[in-house]
């Protein structure tokens, strides 16, 4: 029973692939040129652990968006083995990919906070119906929250496709600008070869613009959603 119960909940702690939502997208690579380094929280299991501020920040905040998963997880036995570690660790990760997102875009973030409150309503649906009878009983919620969550998908993926948008836009200004002072960009470079001789081909990109390119550079999926 209790491995049945670990099973469900370390599935429902995860978000519902059966409506094939988009993948996060990918952290920013940290600005390590002149300025403070920025890290990303990585995945717990793969990489670091959490402390226990950052296990009780992500119980709050599951507590508060997915009650019926955080009750599922406080069911399991806290008896030192790995059962209720790794299911803590799903909830951790998905956590910090939020709060990833929350950072680098404030209206995803909450896209996906309301797509897991709208899973958390159909795990606890689902999981107070034993049998497909039951379960038949509650087929109008069941059905309410399915469209709701693929409404939140399309919501998600138009929000993407307004930032690449957006992204274009600026390229396309950019392109205007650069062409426009291609003169003055060939011969600074020109000079640059010329004082520095070969050693002067590794500067081909300044710094600045490095971190300007990157900062441009759109997330199809703002953290590692």
Do not use: C
């Not at 299991?45 to 905040?61: L, Q």
């Not at 606890?124 to 034993?130: I, K, M, Q, T, Y």
């Not at 993407?160 to 600008?177: C, G, H, T």
């Not at 050693?199 to 997330?219: A, C, F, I, N, Q």
Request: hydrophobic content about 35%; glycine content about 4%.
């Amino acid at each position: 029973m209790i491995a049945r119960k670990l099973l469900v909940a370390m599935f429902a702690l995860m978000p519902v692939a059966a409506l094939a939502q988009s993948p996060e997208p990918p952290t920013t690579p940290p600005d390590t040129e002149g300025e403070e380094t920025v890290h990303r929280p990585r995945q717990f299991g793969r990489f670091a652990s959490p402390s226990d501020d950052e296990v009780d920040d992500a119980m709050a905040f599951m507590r508060e968006n997915a009650p019926n998963r955080t009750l599922a997880l406080q069911m399991l036995p806290d008896d030192g083995t790995s059962l209720r570690r790794n299911v803590m660790g799903f909830m951790v990760a998905r956590y910090r990919m939020l709060e990833g997102i929350k950072r680098e875009d404030p209206k995803l973030y909450e896209t996906k906070v309301a797509q897991l409150r709208v899973e958390d309503e159909l795990y606890g649906l689902l999981s107070s119906g034993d049998t497909p009878e039951e379960r038949e009983k509650m087929r109008d919620q069941i059905t309410r929250a399915s469209r709701r969550l693929y409404e939140l998908s399309l919501e998600e993926r138009q929000q993407r496709i307004e930032r690449l948008k957006e992204f274009i836009e600026r390229e396309q200004n950019d392109l205007a600008v650069d062409r426009s002072q291609i003169d003055a960009m060939v011969n600074a470079r020109v000079e640059v070869l010329i004082q520095e001789g070969q050693s002067g081909l590794r500067k081909d990109v300044s710094r600045r613009d490095r971190r300007r390119d990157r900062e441009r550079t759109p997330s199809t999926h703002p953290g590692r959603q």
